[in-house]
């Protein structure tokens, strides 16, 4: 798999690596330069190797470019990010959610495959991969590898249910995505598995993050209050602090979603996310330089905002 992915970005250029908040803008002479380098089989410039060890301690790996850098064309639809709902199912069963029925609807391998490279050729340069529960669909690790492989900067929003599991563990170090986003929904088992109605559930979640953890995913945590769990939300604050150290964010006036309308609008009373620190010729890679609108798995179409 590929080790730097070099992409137009809203009238720039990047290089960036998998999984790593950090890329570099280029001019788009050096990003034709790499394009050429691909394309006719040719060696690394040597300003590549100067770029990726200040950006990131990383030596350029050995071997012909092709096999360790994936240049992205030029789109003439401008979107650079997007949502997609793999399924709409979850394993757990918050009253508050606005999934509603949470029936386990997705596309067939064959329309996620068309879907996402819908989405590479429409300019899709950061991808969140949500649900439902993305983690529980049969076909994720395939398609997040997939969507890895087309070269797109993968962010995926989970319950954390399936963390605990080697594969999964295994499948992200294999291959690092953006950002793990992960919802906490109470500081005690008690509170939290009545939150989810799911008996081991925290159980589940704490293993799994003590894991990213160790593993030192790029976790990021949504501290989820409502009216069953408030009572703790110090409690939550203080056990991502002390026990995990990944940056959170505090959500509050979760909204149900129906079947006709498709909203979430947490507010967002605090946080910790810390920015990417980046040294001057480097830019921040993140995707929150645009908007997105949810790519349903309802539907094979792109639904990105262009930029």
Known sequence: MHQLIASPFLGQYLLLRPGHARGVAIPESRFEELRTAVTEDRSAPAWLA??????????????????????????????????????????????????????????????????????RDAGVLWLQITGGEALIDPQFAAAYEYATGLGMMIQISTNGSQLHKARMQELFARLRPYRLTVSLYGATGETYDAVTRNRGAFDRLTR????????????????????????????????????????????????????????RSPHRPRSTSAPAVSSPAATPATPSSTSTRTASPRSARSAATPA
């Not at 200040?54 to 071997?63: F, H, K, L, N, V």
């Open 50 to 119: 100067e770029a990726t060890t200040a950006a990131w301690q990383m030596p350029m790996p050995t071997g012909p470019l092709q096999d360790n850098l994936i240049v992205r064309e030029r789109s003439t639809y401008g979107y650079a990010k997007a949502s997609w709902e793999i399924n709409l199912g979850c394993d757990h069963d918050c009253g508050f959610c606005y999934l509603g029925e949470k029936r386990f609807e997705g596309l067939d391998w064959d329309d996620k495959t068309r879907l996402l490279t819908m989405l």
């Open 208 to 263: 799994g993050l003590d894991s990213s953890r160790t593993a030192a995913l790029p976790v990021r945590i949504n501290i989820i209050v409502a009216e069953e769990n408030a009572h703790e939300v110090d409690d939550m604050v203080r056990l991502v602090e002390d026990r995990w150290g990944f940056p959170y964010q505090v959500f509050t006036n979760m909204s149900r979603r129906s079947t006709e309308r498709r909203n």
